[in-house]
């Protein structure tokens, strides 16, 4: 049994929301600019490909585009059935790039047509696929809302947030979002996407890499930011029926973040009163984490001491990352990692923290 955290799906353009758009909205998505609304995007180019081959028609698509929409059926062919996959996670990709907006009111009416688009395009015809909801983070009321609006079906397990954002998601700002959650028992999923575009902060404070290959060996430093920030303002004490997922960050890093987190706690529990407990007690219970992009250590013993301080057999859920360029096989990754590790991380961590069904028929 296999559930994949991280299948990342889309539209061909933002106008293909234009339907699920309130009038206004669709007139300025479809006038705007010389021929439509577009996304801000990143700065950095993959130098042979975001994505693999066998997810796109590489001839019929436009010179310059960078993320390319996908098809159920593609999905199906790539992922679902070779895979044989018990549940995929449907994750966005252009659309995270709606909370880096500068207009949190357009975004939230663009989150809103973009998660019935998904519901009637991917969710509906596909038991096997759950959603995560897109919201506006940039604007947390408006973001509470649509968790409210659509966060009781049974096709969404999650709320979406990119690690790209103006603000870390733990400041009290985010609390609107975040008690949505809560009152629903619905988690959030921290996925690495657009850090250093838009209203978004630099990948590091160090200011902007030069190169797509130092893009991505750094952004999970903004992962770390949200990480530290949930912990030290203690949402998961506040508000108990939520979670947490890190989603594409990279796992070693983690190990000694967490650490430090819980040596200054000791030293600095005072100026963090909501979070009672050293912070790697509430990450065992309630925080989750990814396998894409495992490390690769020179020397593959290596891995499994360096990621014993996660707690893995517990914590870490396979994702493959598909369609991207380094997208991760199910059996490849497995079998790097100790055999008494696999069931947790194949399935069952997923299952549990998701709150998924047994696995449907095709």
Not at 218 to 231: D, P, Q
Not at 232 to 244: A, K, M, N, V
Request: aromatic residues 10%.
């Amino acid at each position: 049994m296999l559930i994949d955290c991280d299948i990342h799906v889309g539209y061909e353009t933002v106008l293909d929301l234009a339907p699920y758009l309130d009038p206004a909205t669709r007139e300025l998505v479809v006038n705007c600019g010389t021929n439509g609304l577009g996304m801000p995007s990143y700065p950095w180019y993959h130098p042979t490909g975001w994505l693999r081959n066998d997810a796109f028609d590489r001839a019929a698509t436009a010179v310059g585009a960078q993320l390319i929409g996908q098809t159920l059926d593609r999905v199906r062919a790539n992922v679902l059935e070779p895979l044989e996959l018990a549940h995929g996670i449907a994750t966005p990709d252009e659309a995270a790039a709606f909370s880096i907006l500068p207009n949190g009111i357009l975004a939230a009416h663009l989150a809103r047509a973009y998660n019935d688009w998904l519901l009637e395009h991917w969710l509906e015809p596909e038991p096997r696929l759950r959603g995560l909801i897109v919201v506006p983070a940039q604007h947390p009321e408006a973001a509470a809302a649509e968790i409210r609006r659509v966060g009781e079906r049974d096709e969404f397990v999650g709320v979406f947030l990119p690690g790209a954002a103006r603000i870390p998601y733990g400041s009290p700002v985010h609390d609107p979002l975040w008690r949505a959650c809560d009152d629903l028992g619905l988690p959030v999923v921290v996925h690495t996407h657009f850090e250093g575009v838009g209203i978004a902060g630099p990948v590091t404070a160090a200011g902007y890499p030069d190169h797509y290959g130092e893009y991505h060996a750094l952004c999970g430093s903004g992962m770390h930011g949200h990480f530290a920030s949930i912990l030290c303002h203690g949402i998961l004490e506040r508000f108990p029926r939520t979670g947490l997922m890190m989603m594409e960050g990279g796992l070693v890093g983690f190990v000694g973040l967490l650490w430090r987190l819980d040596t200054v706690w000791r030293a600095c529990r005072s100026e963090m009163p909501w979070c009672v407990r050293p912070p790697s007690e509430y990450v065992f219970e309630r925080v989750r984490f990814t396998t894409q992009p495992l490390e690769e250590p020179p020397d593959d013993r290596l891995l499994a001491p360096a990621l014993e301080g996660l707690r893995p057999w517990d914590t870490l859920c396979f994702s493959s990352d598909y369609p991207h360029w380094d997208y991760d096989e199910p059996r490849q990754t497995l079998k790097r990692l100790p055999a008494d590790w696999r069931e947790g991380i194949a399935h069952r961590n997923a299952a549990r923290f998701f709150g998924l069904p047994a696995a449907v028929a095709a």
